[in-house]
């Protein structure tokens, strides 16, 4: 599959802003060059108009200087005469300068890397490719057509200036120059107009030639993405991380536990209840190696082990880190807590223990306790709500 086949995608606004930063877009020579005279045409008048006030001065300054030849003199003149050209010449090409360069910023902007040499530059096949190729084919059928219709409006313009011309031996000087500067003006105008109209066909042909040459294979998209939304594997490695950390304050909240249910190897919540302040709140839970970290943890730090199976197989279920417990499981955990605190005033907390009588739980029960959590809340809102009665029930 050639290059072109597989850049079958619309470039993204990413991939124009860094083709744009390094100077790869084309872009149309011929339009800030017919812009660039435009903008030279347009000042004609005024360079004119200083043009013949520093003719009128330097030809009385040359004729003092005829009639008393002075070297000094005839210097002086000629510096006034190159100062006032240059004087004229100034704002043109000032705007000529500001006209050009808003016409390449329109176009993408002046970049630095475009005038860096590229090894591609120097290969000879690129050199064939521009030889033969379709810009190429383009290219001179552009001067072709420059030269064709710039050649046309010019002869019309001139045909329709010729009487004003050939009338122009019998005018005085001011008016030769006056008719001179018209005339150039009228000719300039017309062939600008003419190569402004093929400059705009020559930008639609680069703008063309760049979304063809800016699309991106299938492989950029997805690189792009990647960089876009992130790599994969580099997320999964913050979210490892991100979750490592969370289990690193998980561990560190179980030395503040007041008990950990456990089932007894598989399961371990630890619960810490802090009076005023609520339902008892579950800060760790785990299974499997998790959970055996849990009850190493609570060892070290005198933390007591309960066994209750199905207590701590609820909890398991129906709580995450940092929440507080049901209220279906209240009654369960209130006897664990007092079960605990008499333990600790005994001076016995520690170790793994057994509530006396067992479970408040049904060790075979198998409920989704999470369910059961939102079953027991609709019932309680249910017991909120005022009873309505009916006027039947009302009459005695």
């Not at 802003?17 to 435009?38: C, T």
């Not at 849990?294 to 609820?314: F, M, N, Q, T, Y």
């Amino acid at each position: 599959m050639s290059d072109a086949q597989e850049r079958s995608f619309k470039a993204s606004d990413r991939h124009l802003k860094e083709v744009r930063r390094q100077g790869r877009l084309g872009r149309s020579q011929d339009l800030q060059a017919w812009v660039g005279l435009g903008a030279a045409a347009l000042m004609l008048p005024v360079v004119a108009a200083r043009a013949r006030e520093t003719a009128g001065a330097s030809l009385t300054g040359l004729a003092g200087v005829a009639r008393e030849p002075d070297p000094a003199a005839a210097v002086r003149v000629l510096f006034d005469a190159l100062q006032g050209v240059l004087s004229a010449m100034l704002p043109m090409f000032a705007v000529t300068v500001v006209a050009v360069v808003a016409v390449a910023v329109a176009q993408g902007g002046v970049h630095l890397r475009s005038f860096k040499p590229q090894p591609q530059q120097f290969s000879p096949l690129t050199g064939i490719r521009r030889l033969v190729g379709a810009q190429a084919w383009w290219q001179a059928a552009k001067v072709l057509l420059k030269s064709a219709a710039v050649g046309l409006v010019m002869y019309a313009t001139v045909q329709a200036l010729a009487p004003t011309l050939m009338a122009s031996g019998r005018l005085p000087l001011s008016g030769v120059l006056s008719a001179a500067a018209g005339g150039t003006t009228s000719l300039l105008r017309s062939g600008i107009v003419a190569g402004v109209l093929l400059a705009l066909v020559d930008l639609a042909v680069v703008l063309r030639r760049n979304r063809k040459q800016t699309r991106m294979t299938l492989r950029e998209v997805k690189d792009e993405h990647k960089r876009s939304e992130g790599d994969p594997h580099v997320k999964a490695a913050i979210r490892g991380r991100q979750q490592q950390l969370s289990r690193n304050r998980m561990m560190a909240a179980v030395a503040e536990a007041d008990v950990v249910l456990v089932n007894p190897t598989h399961v371990a919540v630890a619960l810490r209840y802090e009076p005023g302040r609520g339902a008892p709140r579950v800060v760790a839970k785990g299974s499997g190696e998790l959970a055996a970290r849990i009850r190493a943890r609570a060892s070290e730090h005198h933390v007591p082990l309960v066994e209750d199976v199905p207590l701590a197989r609820a909890l398991h279920a129906a709580c995450e880190v940092g929440s507080e417990i049901p209220e279906y499981l209240f009654t369960a955990v209130a006897r664990v807590l007092a079960f605990v605190m008499a333990l600790r005033r005994r001076g016995a907390a520690a170790g793994q223990h057994r509530v006396p009588g067992g479970s408040t739980l049904p060790v075979g029960d198998t409920t989704d306790h999470r369910a059961a959590g939102r079953a027991s809340a609709r019932a309680a809102a249910r017991a909120r709500r005022p009873v309505r009665t009916t006027a039947a029930e009302e009459t005695p």
